[in-house]
C-alpha cells in the first residue's frame, strides 16, 4: 500500500480510501458505485441515470433548492454521472469545507425524496437531453454504432435509457432500484487532497454510512451481468441536412483486466490518440480532408472496444476510409517503430505523473482502481509497466484485432453515392 493512500474496509461492504496531498488546499470528495447501465433489467433501462439526477430533486432534510443553493455556497463543483458500469458524484471544494460537502453528499444519496411530481419534472428534462443527443452528429452516430455492435446487450444500448422507460419511473420503483443497488455494500468513497482519513473515516460514520445494510446492490447486479458478443456491422446513415459525414471504423479490443492493457493504450494512441499521432499526420496535416480524426480504446470490465472516428466532407469520406485502414493495415504488417513507442510512453508519462498535481484526478484513480482491480496500483507500478511495453507486443495485439472479420463501420451524413463494403474494411 502507498503511504499516502490509506483505506478503510468496514463489515458492510463499504471502502473507504484517502489520498493526502500536503500543501493544497483543494479537496475532492467522490462517492461511488460499481454498477451502471449495463446492470439493469431491460424493463429498467435508464434508472441508474434516472437516479443520478432525482436524488438531487431533495430530500427528507433539504429541498431542490437549498441543494442548489449549498453546492454554490461551497463554491464546488458538485459533479454526478452514470456509465455503462458505475455511477459517480464527485465535488471538489476548499479544505475546510470537507464536512459541510460531505453532509451534503450524504443526505443526497440516503435520504432522497423521490417525490412523484419532482420525478415527472425530472423525466421530461432527461427526454430533453436525449433530443439534444439526436441533434448531435457524434453522439448520435455513437448511439446508432453502439445499438448495432452490442445487439441485444445493455453495452449497446443508452445511458439515458428511452422515453417510453424514463416514463415508467416513478416513485415506487425509483426507491425500490435506488434501495436495491445504491447500498453501502456497492459504495467506495474516496478523498484526495488536504484530508486525513480520520477526518473521512468520522464523517463517514457520523452519516451513517458504516451502519447501513449490505443487501441487494453488488451481488444482484453481477448477477444481470453478461459479456456481449459483437457484431461486424456496416452502417450508412443518410442525413442530408448535414454538412460533414461523420464515420466511426472499430473492433474488438482488450477489457479493463488484461494485462496487456498498456500495450493496447500505447497501439491507439499511436494510431490516432495526439497531434503527432499517424492519423492525424495523414489525414489532416498531409492531406486537410478532416478539421477532427483520432482513434481510442474502450475498456469495460469483460471487453474493450477500439474505434477510429472523423468527420470530413462526404467527398472525402472514401478517402479518410482507406487512410485510416491503411494504416491499421501498416501496422499489422510492419508494427510501429521504436521512435513512435518512445514518445507515446513519454506522453503516457506525462500525463500520469502531471494528474498527481489534482486533487480531483487522484480522487477518480483511488475509485477506478478499486472498482476495476480491488487494489491500489502504485504509480511506479504503472510507470513501469508502460515503460515495459514493447514493439513486439504492440504488434501482436494489431494482428490479433485488427486481422479480423470483425472490423465494423457506420456513417452518418449526406452519404449519397458513397460506398463502403466489407473488401474496403479487410485487412
Not at 427526454?127 to 439534444?132: A, D, G, Y
Not at 452516430?141 to 445499438?147: D, H, P
Not at 492525424?280 to 469483460?302: C, I, P
Not at 468527420?311 to 510501429?336: Q, T, Y
Request: hydrophobic residues 40%.
Amino acid at each position: 500500500m502507498i503511504e499516502r493512500i490509506q483505506e478503510t474496509r468496514f463489515d458492510n461492504g463499504l471502502v473507504l480510501l484517502t489520498d493526502r496531498m500536503p500543501g493544497v488546499r483543494s479537496a475532492t470528495l467522490g462517492f461511488f458505485f460499481r454498477s451502471g447501465a449495463r446492470h439493469e433489467p431491460r424493463e429498467l433501462h435508464g434508472i441508474s441515470h434516472f437516479i443520478e439526477h432525482a436524488v438531487f430533486k431533495g430530500t427528507e432534510n433539504r429541498s431542490t433548492l437549498e441543494i442548489a443553493i449549498e453546492q454554490d455556497r461551497l463554491g464546488g463543483n458538485l459533479d454526478a454521472f452514470t456509465t455503462h458500469e458505475e455511477m459517480g458524484f464527485a465535488i471538489k471544494v476548499i479544505d475546510d469545507e470537507i464536512e459541510k460537502a460531505f453532509g451534503l453528499i450524504a443526505d443526497i444519496l440516503t435520504h432522497p425524496r423521490f417525490d412523484d411530481k419532482d420525478l415527472k419534472a425530472e423525466q421530461r428534462v432527461i427526454i430533453e437531453e436525449m433530443k439534444m443527443i439526436d441533434d448531435s452528429p457524434e453522439e448520435y452516430l455513437g448511439e446508432i454504432f453502439n445499438a448495432a455492435y452490442f445487439p441485444g446487450h445493455p453495452l449497446g444500448m443508452p445511458i439515458a435509457g428511452t422515453p417510453k422507460t424514463v416514463r415508467s419511473f416513478s416513485s415506487d420503483i425509483t426507491r425500490r432500484y435506488h434501495e436495491a443497488t445504491n447500498t453501502c455494500g456497492n459504495l467506495v468513497i474516496v478523498a484526495a487532497g488536504n484530508v486525513e482519513h480520520k477526518q473521512i473515516l468520522d464523517l463517514a460514520r457520523s452519516t451513517g454510512f458504516s451502519r447501513l445494510s449490505v443487501s441487494g446492490g453488488r451481488l444482484e447486479a453481477e448477477l444481470r451481468t453478461t459479456t456481449p458478443i459483437p457484431a461486424a456491422p456496416i452502417i450508412l446513415k443518410q442525413r442530408s441536412d448535414l454538412e460533414q459525414a461523420h464515420f466511426v471504423i472499430a473492433t474488438p479490443f482488450t477489457a479493463g483486466m488484461d494485462e496487456r492493457r498498456y500495450a493496447a493504450d500505447m497501439l491507439a494512441n499511436i494510431i490516432g490518440g495526439g497531434t503527432s499521432s499517424r492519423l492525424w499526420q495523414t489525414v489532416r496535416e498531409d492531406r486537410g480532408l478532416a478539421y477532427s480524426v483520432g482513434a481510442s480504446g474502450v475498456m469495460y470490465n469483460d471487453c474493450g472496444l477500439f474505434s477510429i472516428f472523423a468527420a470530413s466532407s462526404p467527398e472525402h469520406v472514401e478517402e479518410v476510409v482507406k487512410l485510416s485502414i491503411d494504416e491499421m493495415r501498416s501496422i499489422v504488417k510492419d508494427g510501429v517503430r521504436e521512435d513512435e513507442l518512445e514518445l507515446s510512453k513519454q506522453q503516457a508519462r506525462a500525463s500520469i505523473l502531471l494528474s498527481l498535481e489534482d486533487s480531483a484526478a487522484r480522487a477518480a484513480a483511488l475509485a477506478q482502481s478499486e472498482i476495476t482491480y480491488g487494489r491500489q496500483i502504485p504509480v511506479e507500478e504503472t510507470l513501469a509497466r508502460v515503460e515495459a511495453v514493447t514493439t513486439d507486443e504492440i504488434r501482436v495485439l494489431a494482428i490479433q484485432y485488427f486481422e479480423t472479420e470483425a472490423v465494423a463501420f457506420a456513417a452518418l451524413g449526406n452519404l449519397e453515392g458513397i460506398a463502403v463494403d466489407r473488401s474496403d474494411l479487410a485487412m
